[in-house]
């Protein structure tokens, strides 16, 4: 089966930068969509970023011109490049992968973020 797993996460301060990696299994990365999401405490999982298997991108409007994602094919792995972190963007963060063809995903066990004040 797909397997994700993330890395990048850590503490760090407001205002500071962090570059998520999600490393995936397998061979269907490069057709697959991917995904950023997070879940803070007591909070609801959202969705961060998208971005296609063509490399179109999208975010959640309170991360916009903060966060990149991008992917490389070759490494099978995306990023999220996180600049000019709040304390409100701590969170859990988990990648998704979007295997359409057979309509499934599949998640990766997450990696901490914490933004202190």
């Known amino acids: 089966q797909v397997q994700l797993v993330e890395s990048g996460g850590g503490l760090v301060q407001a205002g500071g930068s962090l570059r998520l990696s999600c490393a995936a299994s397998?061979?269907?990365?490069?057709?697959?969509?991917m995904g950023w999401y997070r879940q803070a405490p007591e909070k609801q999982r959202e969705l961060v970023a998208h971005i296609t298997s063509g490399g179109s991108t999208n975010y959640t409007d309170s991360v916009k011109g903060r966060f990149t994602i991008s992917r490389d094919n070759a490494k099978s792995t995306v990023y999220l490049q996180m600049n000019s972190l709040k304390p409100e963007d701590t969170a859990v963060y988990y990648c998704?992968?979007?295997?359409?063809?057979?309509?499934?995903?599949?998640w990766g066990q997450g990696t901490q973020v914490t933004v202190s004040s």
């Open positions: 998704c992968l979007f295997f359409t063809l057979f309509r499934k995903s599949y």
């Open positions: 397998g061979t269907i990365f490069s057709i697959s969509a």
